[in-house]
């Protein structure tokens, strides 16, 4: 089911989109939970599905949304449940990473379409994973931005103390409502923090952050967030399988503070068909830092039937 939203982020879609480009800001019924879509680009154009991670939302795509419609795709661009202006289902057992990706599996079928190229970056890549691993028939052409395959990552964990000191935070947020309190703190100073201190200086703007913090600031929306990380501890994904069909780009910033490098070598190995770019000098923000390198490789891969360069 599709509506359009009453007035809510034209402002912000305005300021990401520009008049030549059609989008708008859409309200979509998905697994029974109502997910805010931005949608831009023809209907008749192929599909492509770009998932952002924590802590962000839709406006983390900004640098994409046009330069993809542009080279002649449809764009679809949802809050992931629990984010700003999307449904946030009470539990921690809602945010189970089966219902994340079918969330997307349905919202592919809101467009009347079998098939999407999937984009996902931090958890919406682990959302890409999923989906192409337990939904393979929906997934054309996968990408994966700094985000590893679940084996991978939990191989890195058991065998690598960097991962698991990199990861202590995923533990803190076990906790009830106190990561709460902390993440809310002096108008979201700590998330605040999360994005600039791990990215390369003047990444995000006062503005971007601005509404990030507006983001953060709805109702139930951190809980929400921080249910995430909750569900992947308590109930730990099984798909059906290891292996991806689906033609996989994986790219990764090399200067991620969160991720070791292996894993995105590691993740690839997983790929029947992958292509695996590693970009120096970049966080784990690559969208951001390197928004115009990660456009050109997702146009690429989207757009070539052959020839898919093997990472090992």
């Known amino acids: 089911m599709r509506s359009t939203e009453p007035p809510v982020a034209e402002t912000d879609l305005e300021s990401v989109v520009p008049p030549t480009v059609t989008a708008e800001s859409t309200v979509r ?3 029974g939970v109502e997910l805010h879509v931005v949608a831009a680009g023809d209907t008749a154009d192929p ?12 406006y983390g795509w900004r640098a994409q949304i046009t330069p993809l419609v542009e080279a002649g795709y449809r764009v679809l661009v949802p809050d992931q449940r629990g ?12 945010y189970q990473t089966p219902e994340l990706s079918a969330d997307i599996a349905a919202l592919i079928a809101t467009e009347g379409r079998e098939t999407a190229h999937v984009v996902g970056h931090d958890w919406g890549g682990m959302v ?7 939904y393979p ?3 054309d052409r996968l990408a994966i931005i700094n985000a590893p395959h679940p084996v991978a990552y939990r191989r890195q964990l058991r065998s690598n103390p960097e991962q698991l000191r990199r990861s202590w935070y995923a533990m803190g947020f076990q906790l009830p ?26 990444t995000f703007s006062n503005a971007d952050l601005d509404r990030y913090r507006r983001a953060w600031g709805r109702d139930g929306a951190l809980t929400g967030m921080l249910n995430w990380y909750r569900a992947a501890a308590r109930y730990p994904p099984r798909p059906p399988t290891e292996r991806v069909d689906a033609p996989t ?32 000098e970049t966080s784990h923000w690559a969208p951001h830092e390197a928004a115009e390198a990660v456009t050109a490789l997702l146009c690429e891969h989207f757009g070539a039937n052959a020839g898919v360069r093997s990472a090992r």
């Open 29 to 31: 019924t998905v697994n």
């Open 47 to 58: 599909a492509v599905v770009l998932l952002h991670g924590f802590p962000e939302f839709w």
């Open 83 to 94: 984010y700003n202006r999307s449904e946030k289902p009470t539990g921690v057992r809602a």
């Open 128 to 134: 890409a994973w999923d989906l192409a691993l337990r």
């Open 137 to 139: 028939e929906t997934v």
């Open 177 to 202: 409502w106190l990561p709460e309190i902390a993440c809310r703190y002096d108008d979201h100073r700590l998330l605040e923090r999360a994005l600039r201190d791990t990215a390369a200086p003047g």
């Open 249 to 280: 780009l994986v790219i990764w910033g090399e200067d991620d503070a969160a991720l070791v490098s292996a894993l995105a070598i590691d993740s690839a190995g997983f790929c029947r068909e992958r292509r695996l770019e590693l970009l120096p």
